[in-house]
């Protein structure tokens, strides 16, 4: 299991700021559902979503602006994980 996660996480920490075409498309396609407002909320797993935020403070922020501007599709995925401290964790695992 911890070598799993640290895959998982190692995939992220090594993953470029800036989303790649294939994998906004990954986003729009996969188990996407709609809320109430009719905003697209995209339910893929944790490691993904990470990706995603990632990206966001990257080139590719304008592709990605039809997912949310408040992150609010990532906030029940998460579960309150936050991205630096993945990060952290990968530094003190040293993967």
Not at 57 to 69: M, V
């Amino acid at each position: 299991m911890l070598r799993h996660i640290q895959n998982s996480l190692g995939s992220v920490y090594r993953s470029n700021t800036a989303t790649p075409q294939g994998q906004i498309i990954h986003h729009r396609n996969f188990q996407s559902q709609f809320d109430t407002t009719g905003n697209t909320l995209y339910n893929n797993c944790w490691v993904c979503s990470l990706n995603v935020i990632k990206s966001r403070d990257g080139n590719n922020y304008s592709a990605l602006e039809d997912i949310t501007s408040d992150n609010q599709a990532f906030n029940n995925i998460l579960e309150g994980i936050d991205i630096i401290e993945c990060e952290n964790l990968l530094k003190e695992m040293n993967v």
